[in-house]
T-cell receptor, first 113, second 115 residues
Framework: QKEVEQNSGPLSVPEGAIASLNCTYS??????FFWYRQYSGKSPELIMF????GDKEDGRFTAQLNKASQYVSLLIRDSQPSDSATYLC?????????????FGQGTTLQVKP | KAGVTQTPRYLIKTRGQQVTLSCSPI?????VSWYQQTPGQGLQFLFE???????NKGNFPGRFSGRQFSNSRSEMNVSTLELGDSALYLC??????????????FGEGSRLTVL
C-alpha cells in the first residue's frame, strides 16, 4: 500500500463545475496535509494546507480533512480552464525529528471550456 | 526575493558516469529537500538537509548522496548512473524542517537524461 494514494485521472469537468480531488493516506499519526498544483512543465506550488478535521476554505478552494477515515480532499468551485493541472496531495509522515513530506502520484484535472 | 535556483537545468550523461546537481534555497531558508520526479513513480523524496545535517532519507540506493553548506546551498550527487536515473530532480526549500512544515518552495528542477 502506498503511503499517499490519489486517483491519477484525468478528471474532466466542464467550466464552472465543481472539481473534487481525493487523497487517502496510510500513516494514522499524520497531522499535516497539503495540496500542491503543478502545471505541465512547471514545478509544484502550494495552494492549500489543513491540519484540523473539517473544512478549510480559501477563495474557490476548499480542503477537507477526515483523520478517522484518513482522507483528504480538495474541492475547486467554479472551475476555470486555468485550473487544468496536476494536483498533488502531500502528507507529513514520521516523527517530529525525522518527518518527511510524502507526495501522492497526483490527479490530473482537465477543465473544458 | 529570489526563488530557489537549481543548476544545471538540463544535462545528459551516459551510464556509469556521475553527476552533481546544485540548489540555492530562498534566503533565510535552512531546510533543503530533494525529490525525484518521473512519470511512473511521481514525486519521490530523496533526502532533507537542515543546518548542514541530513535529517531524513528516502528509499534510494547509496549512489544518491547529498550535502548542505553553511550558506544553506545544497548539492546532490548520483554516482554510477543508470538508465533509470533519468528524471526531473527537484529541490525545495523551507523555513522550517520538513517535520514541522509542508510549505515548500520548489526550484525549476534539473532534468537528467542518462543514455
Amino acid at each position: 500500500q502506498k503511503e499517499v494514494e490519489q486517483n491519477s485521472g484525468p478528471l474532466s469537468v466542464p467550466e464552472g463545475a465543481i472539481a473534487s480531488l481525493n487523497c487517502t493516506y496510510s500513516d494514522r499519526g499524520s497531522q499535516s496535509f497539503f495540496w500542491y498544483r503543478q502545471y505541465s512543465g512547471k514545478s509544484p506550488e502550494l495552494i492549500m494546507f489543513i491540519y484540523s478535521n473539517g473544512d478549510k476554505e480559501d477563495g474557490r478552494f476548499t480542503a477537507q480533512l477526515n483523520k478517522a477515515s484518513q482522507y483528504v480532499s480538495l474541492l475547486i468551485r467554479d472551475s476555470q480552464p486555468s485550473d487544468s493541472a496536476t494536483y498533488l496531495c502531500a502528507v507529513i509522515s514520521g516523527s517530529s525529528n525525522t518527518g518527511k513530506l510524502i507526495f501522492g502520484q497526483g490527479t490530473t484535472l482537465q477543465v473544458k471550456p | 526575493k529570489a526563488g530557489v535556483t537549481q543548476t544545471p537545468r538540463y544535462l545528459i550523461k551516459t551510464r556509469g558516469q556521475q553527476v552533481t546537481l546544485s540548489c540555492s534555497p530562498i534566503s533565510g531558508h535552512r531546510s533543503v529537500s530533494w525529490y525525484q520526479q518521473t512519470p511512473g513513480q511521481g514525486l519521490q523524496f530523496l533526502f532533507e538537509y537542515f543546518s548542514e545535517t541530513q535529517r531524513n532519507k528516502g528509499n534510494f540506493p547509496g549512489r544518491f548522496s547529498g550535502r548542505q553548506f553553511s550558506n544553506s546551498r545544497s548539492e546532490m550527487n548520483v554516482s554510477t548512473l543508470e538508465l533509470g536515473d533519468s528524471a526531473l530532480y527537484l529541490c525545495a526549500s523551507s523555513l522550517q524542517a520538513l517535520a514541522d512544515t509542508g510549505e515548500l518552495f520548489f526550484g525549476e528542477g534539473s532534468r537528467l537524461t542518462v543514455l
